[in-house]
């Protein structure tokens, strides 16, 4: 009887699993050389018998085994292979691929493994295959997928340009927002006045999600569809009644807008925070009157709550803690360097433009770009400079976007941080040194390093003729997307993080979705046979037998309608709940497109859950939209 013996595969810490000889001296003695001639040998004895008929047989991936084949030995396993049937892949270990076997097809087993090493990855930090790689142009997982709202041809884009916070550096929810949100808690407590026992309370970071709308003056958080009708509402954490809602925001001769000064917009994750502790505090005035001050309103607390946030990233408390620690608050992604190499590879200009200031954009960049050393370490230096052309931390977004914008732009010494004057972008030489500017530029290679500045300043850094040359990647739908797109006419694409998430549930959920699609159909039709019974009923000359026999069917109908409708609305909260038990789907309320998902439409010409996504796509990719439907077709075109 043959024994299983689990062999290393050389680009990823998973086995492959052949039936070698019992007396293969492999199996007896842990101390032979598996890139020995003997073990060949052993291995290469091993008898397989090949019917007629197909067979299938499947390649099982396990964790590590203490045997190893070197690269050059594996393709030389004397069995051939036909079409692959099928893959399953639940997770990274284990891993399943079936084979038939065929006497007429000869696709060698170092086909297969070829294809496992490119599509499986190690433990730990995810191994980057990119659209560049051997076998990289496959099918994307729909999680990983670039959505389209209008066409764009990468190759009219000259330059790719990036922002940081949440866009290349993703941020662990759990732990840099809970970060945020007690820094905000106790500079309420400390610096203006709140009680002490705020200070025992905690933060849920699953329970706020972006498109929100606060309500500064009721006390309320809404989500709103793309008509701006409030679809679901709370008080605090009390949900509204349908006749609440109606009261506050449907009883009105005009339409609100929803907007500033009244109403505060989350639509970047971090406000979910204090959008967060907004809703503790309405409902901590509500339940204790007496502990805060009479003077204190919905309006004034939220102030209180801006401007605590304000003062934690004023006074470094945040991004100190992050850069001692960045691994604990940043997501690391192994295909961002990948990414970037392709771009530039392919002629492209790349820029980082960011808010945040240099000393923390080059802690945060260095750890998501520069090497790592064997124990897990970060090597402290600039080198991930090496991936870009221009960068310009202090970027005061969204202002930075208008071309009247005069703010000054200063060149970074990288060492020091220290900023020097240019005139819009040349260095100019300071008193005692001739040209400072040059001896940067040559430290750095080729990248520029700025502070400040207009997007006039990074169009003639870059010689871009043209602002639809411009692609940007961004995660705030103002501050990023739309003040680029509206006023530049930048291309852009938005990092939607809650994507990925979403689209998996929504192709796990098409069979509950067709069938709140059958019972909203089921119900229009009973309603429409209620209400053609009704008007027969108005007519004259009806008979009392065939009166009472339309009463009755009335009663009946008027049960299945009850019935069907309960049907539905169950069906409907089961849907919702499995997106967020609160507020449901990111991209719907209820039929409709959110707000959210219909600013995401607007401005956004690409959308996607992590920015290493452009990595999976050929860089000169043509992206084009789905075509778009009216409801008057979907009747009529198969879809």
């Known amino acids: 009887m043959s024994s299983p013996l689990s062999i290393l595969l050389p680009s990823c810490n998973r086995t492959f699993v052949v039936p070698v000889s019992d007396s293969c001296p492999l199996l007896t003695n842990s101390n032979t050389n598996p890139n020995s001639c003997c073990f060949q040998a052993c291995l290469f004895n091993s008898i397989m018998r090949i019917p007629k008929s197909p067979v299938h047989f499947c390649l099982s991936l396990f964790s590590p085994p203490d045997f190893h084949f070197s690269r050059p030995f594996l393709p030389r396993i004397p069995f051939h292979l036909a079409k692959r049937h099928a893959f399953h892949a639940a997770g990274s270990n284990p891993l ?234 940043i997501n690391e992604d192994g295909s961002i360097v990948p990414m970037l190499k392709m771009l530039r590879e392919s002629g492209r200009s790349t820029f980082l433009v960011t808010n ?38 202090g970027s005061a977004k969204p202002g930075f976007f208008h071309e009247d914008n005069r703010a000054n732009l200063f060149q970074v010494e990288p060492e020091s941080g220290m900023l020097l004057n240019t005139d819009n972008g040349t260095p100019m030489p300071q008193v005692g040194d001739i040209s400072p500017g040059l001896l940067l530029k040559e430290k750095n290679g080729t990248c520029r390093i700025f502070q400040g500045g207009s997007v006039g300043h990074l169009h003639k850094l870059l010689s871009i003729e043209s602002s639809s040359q411009v692609l940007y990647v961004g995660d705030h739908i103002y501050g990023d997307i739309l003040r680029s797109k509206k006023v530049l006419g930048w291309r852009t694409m938005l990092v939607v993080p809650e994507l990925e998430r979403e689209v998996e549930l929504l192709w796990e959920l098409r069979d509950l979705r067709k069938k709140l699609h059958l019972l909203r159909n089921e119900r229009d039709l009973i309603e429409d046979q209620i209400h053609h019974l009704k008007w027969s009923l108005k007519s004259e000359g009806i008979d009392v037998n065939e009166q009472r026999k339309m009463c009755t069917r009335m009663d009946d109908l008027e049960y299945q309608r009850d019935k069907a409708r309960l049907s539905h609305q169950e069906a ?52 084009r939209p789905s075509e778009d439907f009216m409801p008057h077709e979907f009747e009529i075109i198969p879809l």
């Open 96 to 329: 399943h691929d079936s084979y038939t076997m065929d006497k007429g097809l000869g696709a060698g087993i170092g086909n297969i493994i070829s294809h496992f090493q490119n599509s499986s990855c190690s433990d730990g930090v995810q191994e980057p295959c990119i659209w560049a790689s051997p076998g990289g142009a496959r099918k994307i997982d729909i999680g990983k997928q670039i959505f389209c709202n209008r066409s764009l041809n990468m190759k009219n884009i000259v330059a790719v340009g990036f922002d940081m916070d949440y866009t290349l550096a993703q941020y662990k929810p759990e732990t840099f927002e809970s970060l945020a949100y007690d820094g905000t808690v106790r500079k309420l407590v400390y610096d203006l006045g709140y009680p002490e026992e705020l200070l025992e309370w905690s933060f849920d970071w699953k329970y706020m999600v972006r498109g929100l709308v606060l309500d500064k003056k009721r006390g309320n958080i809404l989500k709103m569809d793309r008509h701006k009708y409030v679809k679901v509402a709370y008080h605090g954490f009390r949900e509204m009644s349908k006749e609440e809602k109606v009261e506050a925001y449907g009883n009105t001769l005009i339409r609100d807008a929803f907007d500033e000064p009244d109403y505060a917009l989350i639509d970047t994750l971090f406000s979910l925070a204090e959008a967060y502790l907004f809703a503790q505090l309405v409902d901590f005035m509500d339940n204790n009157p007496g502990k805060v001050s009479k003077s204190t309103d919905y309006v004034r607390m939220y102030k209180d709550v801006r401007a605590a946030v304000d003062l934690c990233h004023r006074d470094g408390t945040l991004k100190q803690m992050v850069a001692k620690d960045p691994k604990t608050y």
């Open 356 to 393: 945040s200031l240099w000393d923390y954009t080059t802690i945060v960049m260095n750890f998501l770009c520069g090497s790592h050393t064997l124990d897990g370490g970060i090597t402290r230096n600039s080198d991930w400079l090496q991936y870009f052309d221009v960068v310009i931390t």
């Open 572 to 623: 409907q909260r089961e849907c919702h709940q499995k997106f967020h038990k609160v507020w449901g789907q990111l991209m719907k309320t209820g039929y409709q497109n959110s707000r959210f998902a219909h600013q995401v439409e607007r401005f956004a010409c690409l959308y996607t859950s992590q920015v290493s996504n452009l990595s999976l796509y050929s860089p000169d990719k043509y992206y």
